[in-house]
């Protein structure tokens, strides 16, 4: 018997509001951020590293300082960290290779210290040898800039170039915190405008920043965070994005929950989880500090994987925890 018009109208209704959603659902559970149980070992965790940390060892000067962040070349296997040293402060690259299947991870080479390079935030263009930091102290306004270099091992990074992305009304202190997207179609920034923190968008089909050192005028898209993210007194740590996600990390050094914001490219936030723990216990058994300071997030695009790295240890013996979370596969590449 044939469905009248009506009810033809209502199930195509009701199957594009059911794709919609799908498409919007949470790329992992808010439960892969707690402590790990047999379950979220099970759903939340990969077969080399169940929801147990990869600790990382670096080299160079301030090696033992907190570490700041993590960028990944998913397709080379190769993971940057950054952190800082000395007043003023400059920041330190260590390079790891041969990644995967490890419980710890000592660098190979470091990259000498840099005022150009920030305290916060790396990335890497995909498929090239180009990456991508927070402004350094040598950049004036630096909250208006990212820095443009190549890895250079044991050296100084050459070139280095400072490009615009944010001018007057926008904080001129803030870590821009840059990130690509792995499919290389997007570079988000994060700035502050009046005391909220915010997003930029950059369509790098549109805008090439290889070839131009201002670009503060042509942005794709800007959306403001939700404010909670910072509530408390929190920093915000982190920021990455897959091909279709963007993640924010925020908390302070010990106990406490950490929390963890999931939004689409465009900025509809999906996911606000405000209690994240996982790696508490590891931190609490890493020293008498008790030190447990989120800091870097990054996109494993090869594994689907987004890891999420915390400083650890005692003053002077800091090390690196990073936690590897499995990301549903289907969502992330849409």
């Not at 920030?118 to 102290?137: C, D, R, V």
């Not at 939700?226 to 963007?246: E, G, P, R």
């Not at 931190?283 to 695009?301: C, Q």
């Amino acid at each position: 018997m044939p469905l009248n018009n009506s009810i033809k109208l209502c199930l195509i209704f009701i199957f594009s509001v059911s794709i919609a959603y799908a498409k919007e659902s949470p790329p992992l559970s808010s439960e892969c951020f707690k402590e790990a149980s047999p379950d979220t070992i099970h759903s939340c965790g990969n077969a080399d590293h169940p929801l147990q940390p990869t600790i990382l060892y670096r080299l160079g000067p301030g090696k033992n300082n907190v570490v700041q962040g993590i960028a990944l070349d998913s397709n080379k296997r190769v993971l940057y960290s950054l952190h800082v040293t000395g007043k003023p402060e400059k920041g330190v690259l260590n390079r790891f290779i041969d990644i995967d299947g490890k419980d710890t991870l000592e660098s190979v080479d470091y990259q000498k210290p840099s005022s150009a390079i920030g305290h916060q935030g790396i990335t890497l263009i995909p498929n090239t040898n180009w990456l991508l930091s927070s402004a350094g102290e040598a950049i004036k306004n630096k909250g208006w800039y990212i820095s443009l270099f190549k890895y250079a091992a044991n050296s100084d990074p050459d070139p280095l170039i400072a490009i615009k992305i944010f001018g007057s009304g926008y904080s001129k202190s803030t870590s821009s915190m840059p990130v690509v997207t792995p499919d290389s179609n997007y570079l988000l920034v994060r700035g502050r405008l009046k005391n909220t923190n915010i997003i930029r968008v950059y369509s790098l089909n549109k805008t090439n920043i290889l070839n131009t050192q201002d670009i503060s005028h042509a942005s794709y898209s800007e959306w403001e965070v939700d404010n909670h993210l910072t509530d408390d007194d929190y920093f915000f740590q982190a920021v990455t994005a897959d091909n279709k996600f963007v993640y924010l990390l925020s908390g302070r050094a010990g106990k406490g929950y950490k929390r963890v914001y999931i939004y689409t490219l465009n900025g509809k936030l999906i996911e606000k989880i405000n209690d994240v723990t996982l790696g508490e216990k590891d931190a609490i058994e890493s020293g008498i500090e008790a030190h447990w300071e989120p800091e870097g997030l990054t996109i494993d695009s090869k594994m689907k994987e987004l890891y999420l790295l915390f400083a650890i240890g005692d003053k002077g013996k800091r090390i690196g925890n990073m936690y590897k979370l499995k990301l549903h596969e289907n969502d992330i590449n849409q």
